[in-house]
């Protein structure tokens, strides 16, 4: 029993990870028609500063957040301002984007090379640090990425349903020529949400870079289990996101157990089908919730 | 200078040039044959990007280490030799179609073979079809390498599936340490599935049924898809079973991976081996590593690299400056970079003993004569064993942050430390 649970328990934070990575993704895809693929490019760039920051100053390395996030917050800026400036509609964002992906994964080799780089055990006090209640381990890592999802997509929520930048932002989304009547300025609105999406990305590569080696082929990894959040979360639902996440997490963590590792792939995929046929949406539906 | 001196002593300067000129002649022709004519081509692809591309870039800092030496040592029949080096990202199909390329367009003199098994097998058909030597540094599945010129140099014998636990097992009991509970945890892909398992379609089983004929206690025997990505699932299976020694057949980061998170779960098996790893991350993760086994073809430890000479000192130096060049942050000529030397040796000795390029007759020569290598010693190949030598498995462990031979006493250069 203790091994379900254990199991569990890794499964659902792992989640968290899953979903902080399909956080930004999800905002862009949902609210500004981007499926943006070098949103893994950004990740991937972001876990590698951490490691080069924390490698040259020895400075703890959730701290590289300070330097990645605005840097990526920029990064996406800049990127929305390419797809405003050129027009670029929702299929077309996915080979530019895809290009994007390409040109930075191998920028990344050229500077690190293909090797695998990894922060020393000495400069990381997270990496192998855990939490117990009785037995059962709760990994440090992936309890950070768990509560960055969680607060990250709670803010965003917020700001969403609360504020003037979230009602124009969702306005934009439901009709772009109406909102633009009323004023909202669908450049200025796009470019903020695209900077805020790139900032998750940050945020995500940091917790890449506590939790694990980074190597370029790395960013392809996690492509086909993001999308597989983002979508069954519902698109632009960011809740949603983390929900999935934390599903998917459960589901492979507990196949895992009670049948084989081999399977678990098998079961969260036949999962998104599943989902695609019956509940088309999303499990939570799209933009945030409604 | 004034003019009237240099007509006085005229004599004397020539005479001084002429013997100055003579001996920078004899110094060159001493440190290096002269190397004349069109340079030897050598063809090949190795995985720069992809799936395999940090250890294929340790195969491309090996390569050019040996391009370098070589040509700085006379070339090869007198010409110097260049390599044509194509990225096959990690794919077995543009693995062929390159092969097909640097045989077919580019025409090249000989080819050596890419990085991992599956574009090793890839760039096997490509060779047979023209009749070209095939050399190839770390083909793991040696039932699949059929072809009589191909020449592997990841000497794990002709079975390494029984050779390697044959070995580690042997060493535990020796040394006193024969684990009580086992757990094997392997990773689906070919070369690892082949060492846990044996081959398909065959009763030879491998390390799995091996340990469990000699009594052994396995009390896990757990795949893991080669994408896995959580970690926390497998080491909470493993921590259930509480085995006190672990057998990860994994590849790269795998251990790197298991290893945390059974530290995250606070559960360290008192040993702790696994078998293709990244060398280098495993050392990044301080304490938590100390103690891990695996096997290698050689270590440039201290005694053992002293006992080879000045030579084999001199490749380790400018393969770590190779290394360095090629943006790699670990330098140790280990088993890769051992593996891909040799092969390049393979490559060179078959040319000369054959004196020609005419890939049949260097094929011939090395089927008739193997091999004398630096590093791994004497090479033999029989194609009825699929030119694989004979097994030379040495156990190495991290101990106070360095891989360090433990096995087999001739060539250990500390003892097994007791988990």
């Known amino acids: 029993m203790n091994t379900y649970l254990q199991a569990g328990v890794s499964g659902v934070m792992t989640g968290g990870l899953y979903a902080v990575m399909a956080l930004g993704l999800s905002l862009t895809w949902g609210l500004l028609k981007v499926i943006n693929l070098a949103h893994f490019a950004l990740i991937l760039g972001s876990a590698y500063v951490t490691y080069q920051v924390t490698t040259s100053t020895g400075a703890d390395p959730l701290l590289s957040g300070v330097i990645v996030v605005p840097c ?31 040109i930075a994964i191998q920028l990344i080799s050229n500077i690190w090379s293909a090797d695998f780089r990894q922060i020393e055990a000495a400069e990381n006090p997270y990496a192998t640090r855990a939490f117990f209640i009785g037995d059962i381990a709760f990994p440090v890592p992936q309890l950070i990425a768990l509560g960055a999802a969680l607060a990250l997509a709670v803010a965003t929520y917020y700001v969403l349903r609360h504020t003037y930048f979230g009602r124009a932002l969702r306005a934009l989304a439901y009709d772009r020529e109406i909102a633009g009547a009323y004023g909202v300025d669908h450049r200025r609105i796009g470019m903020l949400t695209a900077g805020l999406a790139s900032a998750m990305a940050a945020v995500a590569g940091v917790l890449v870079g506590i939790n694990q080696p980074v190597f370029p082929e790395l960013a392809s990894e996690w492509v086909g289990l993001v999308f597989t959040v983002v979508i069954l979360g519902g698109i632009g639902n960011l809740l949603g996101a983390v929900a999935a996440g934390i599903l998917i997490g459960l589901v492979y963590s507990q196949v895992s157990v009670a049948w084989d590792p081999l399977g678990a792939p098998l079961v969260v995929f036949l999962l998104l089908i599943l989902a695609l046929l019956f509940r088309p949406n999303g499990l939570f539906g799209r933009l945030g919730g409604s | ?171 535990l009991k020796t040394e006193q340490q024969t684990p009580r509970r086992v757990a094997f945890v392997t990773n689906t892909g070919g070369s690892t599935n082949f060492i846990s398992y044996g081959p398909p379609s065959s009763s030879e089983g491998g390390a799995v049924e091996w340990a469990r004929k000699q009594g052994l206690n396995v009390v896990l025997d757990l795949k893991y898809p080669p994408t896995t990505s959580d970690w926390g699932s497998i080491a909470a299976q493993v921590r259930a079973a509480q085995p006190d020694f672990v057998w990860n057949s994994g590849l790269a980061l795998d251990p790197v991976n298991l290893i945390r998170a059974m530290e995250q779960l606070d559960y360290r098996p008192k040993q702790f081996f696994t078998l293709f790893p990244a060398p280098g991350p495993l050392l990044a993760l301080g304490q938590a590593s100390d103690g891990v086994l695996s096997v290698t073809l050689f270590e440039p430890n201290g005694k053992l690299l002293k006992k080879l000479g000045r030579k084999a000192q001199n490749i380790v130096r400018l393969f770590a400056q190779s290394a360095a060049s090629n943006g790699l942050s670990y330098r140790v000529f280990d088993s890769q970079a051992t593996a891909s030397w040799t092969a390049w040796e393979v490559l060179a000795a078959g040319v000369r003993g054959a004196r020609s390029l005419d890939n049949e007759r260097v094929c011939d020569y090395l089927k008739a004569n193997g091999v004398d290598t630096t590093f791994v010693g004497k090479l033999r190949f029989n194609p009825a064993k699929n030119n694989f030598s004979k097994p030379r498995n040495l156990v190495k462990q991290i101990q106070k942050g360095r891989w360090k031979v433990v096995w087999p006493p001739a060539l250990r250069v500390t003892k097994l430390q007791a988990g």
């Open chain 2, 1 to 171: 200078m004034e003019p009237r001196f240099l007509i006085q002593n005229a004599r004397r300067i020539v005479a001084v040039a002429i013997v100055l000129v003579a001996l920078a002649a004899a110094g060159t022709g001493a440190s290096a044959p002269a190397q004349s004519g069109e340079p030897i081509v050598v063809g090949s692809t190795l995985s720069l990007t992809g799936a395999f591309g940090a250890t294929g870039v340790i195969h491309k800092a090996a390569g050019e280490t040996f391009i370098s030496w070589i040509n700085a040592n006379g070339g090869l029949l007198g010409r110097p030799v260049e390599w044509k080096l194509l990225n096959d990202e990690s794919d077995p199909a543009k693995v062929s179609a390159l092969y097909e390329r640097l045989i077919s367009q580019d025409e090249v003199d000989l080819i050596m073979g890419p990085y991992a098994t599956p574009n090793i097998v890839a760039a096997q058909a490509v060779a047979q079809r023209h009749g070209y030597v095939l050399p190839n540094h770390t083909a793991v599945l040696t039932y699949a390498l059929t072809y009589d010129c191909q020449f592997p140099t990841w000497s794990a014998g002709g079975k390494p599936n029984l050779a390697v636990p044959q070995t580690v097992f042997k060493m």
């Open chain 1, 72 to 102: 990526m917050f920029a990064v996406g800026v800049a990127i929305q301002w390419v797809i405003d400036r050129f027009q670029v509609d929702e299929f077309s964002s996915l080979l530019l984007s895809f290009g994007l992906f390409i």
